[in-house]
Structure formats: structure tokens, C-alpha cells
């Protein structure tokens, strides 16, 4: 195990790249004040990567071939090469576009958020293999987070009042969710939605 240290605010968003030697983080202030590609195997930051006056990274992603980050908010949307570091595509989302949250370890799928909504596509045609409704106690709450398991078996989603929803990745089936730190297993039959 080993610890990245040497961020000035609390990370908030973070993503791995396709070889699983480097990372992103992104803090969790508004606007973002630091995103930080960091060398895993040193556990250093290589560089920041250049900042936008009105950012709010929410979800943040390697491209598929790992020659870009790419960060998705309510307000800007944008992409940095990760060699330099420098911004080379931003624009302002359309209210109603899906941001695109996660890619698959084999880069096949790519996981959006639209609404309540999480979707797993195909990267090639963009099909909608499964539909994913995130369940939360607070109707307040905001899902956070999501990941695609390293071997697209499954999807996570977090939300930010410590609800934890657990799918099967090819069903859309909600195999377990976590609701104010407790397991709630699912009823005989599964859930109904």
C-alpha cells in the first residue's frame, strides 16, 4: 500500500489510467483549486494540471488510450494532455448531455450519468448495455462516485451522504446497497423498481 501525499485540499475525484501507473485527483472545493496527476509507483505528483476559473470536477476519467484526463461538472467540462499538463478542450456541458463518469479496465464500456440515471455503454457505438437507478434514503442526496470493477462484472455508485448502491454490470440487477452505514441485503426476490 502506498500514500499519495502531498495535495493541499482533501480529494473529492479521482481515476486511474488504463496501465494502472498513473492517477488523477481532483479536490472537492468549488471552483476546483488543484488537479493532481500523480506517479503511482513513487507515490509523488508529477505535475498540476492547468486550472479553470470555474471548475467543479465531478467526475474525472483517463481517456481509453490514456493520452488524456477528462473531467465532467454542472458548469465545464474539459480535457488536459497528460504529458504537459496543459488544457486542450473545454466547453460549457449542454444542461440535458450525459457526463461520462468511468471507463471499463479494458476500455470496452464507458459508464454516463444523466439525471438519477447511470448508464453503461459500448465505447465503439455508444449501445446502452445496462441502466443503473441510483437508490438513495435522502432525496437530497448526490451520487458522487462510480466505478466499473477491474473486470466489468459489477458498477458502484456513492452518493454524498454515505449511500453505496452495488450492481450486476450486464443486468442492471441492484445487488446490495449501503444505507447510514448498514447493509441493507435485498428482499426474497430482489428489489423492485
Do not use: C
Not at 72 to 94: C, N, R
Not at 117 to 125: E, G, K, M, N
Not at 128 to 155: G, L, M, N, W, Y
Amino acid at each position: 500500500m502506498r500514500s499519495l501525499v502531498g495535495y493541499k485540499y482533501p480529494p473529492a475525484s479521482v481515476a486511474f489510467s488504463p496501465d494502472g501507473k498513473l492517477a488523477v485527483s481532483a479536490d472537492g472545493t468549488m471552483p476546483v483549486q488543484e488537479i493532481l496527476l500523480w506517479d503511482l509507483a513513487s507515490g509523488k505528483v508529477i505535475r498540476p494540471l492547468q486550472l479553470l476559473e470555474r471548475g467543479d470536477y465531478l467526475s474525472m476519467a483517463f481517456s481509453p488510450d490514456g493520452k488524456q484526463v477528462l473531467a465532467h461538472g454542472w458548469f465545464v467540462k474539459a480535457a488536459w494532455d497528460v504529458t504537459s499538463g496543459k488544457l486542450v478542450q473545454s466547453s460549457v456541458p449542454e444542461a440535458e448531455a450525459p457526463r461520462v463518469m468511468a471507463y471499463s479496465a479494458d476500455q470496452k464500456h464507458r459508464l454516463e450519468a444523466k439525471g438519477d440515471d447511470l448508464f453503461l455503454r459500448t465505447v465503439a457505438d455508444k449501445e446502452v448495455v445496462s441502466k443503473f437507478a441510483f437508490e438513495r434514503k435522502h432525496r437530497e442526496e448526490q451520487r458522487q462516485a462510480v466505478a466499473i470493477s477491474p473486470d466489468s462484472q459489477f458498477v458502484v455508485a456513492g452518493g454524498d451522504l454515505g449511500t453505496l448502491n452495488l450492481w450486476e454490470a450486464a443486468t442492471g440487477k441492484l445487488l446490495w446497497k449501503v444505507i447510514d452505514d448498514e447493509v441493507v441485503p435485498p428482499p426474497a426476490g430482489g428489489w423492485n423498481r
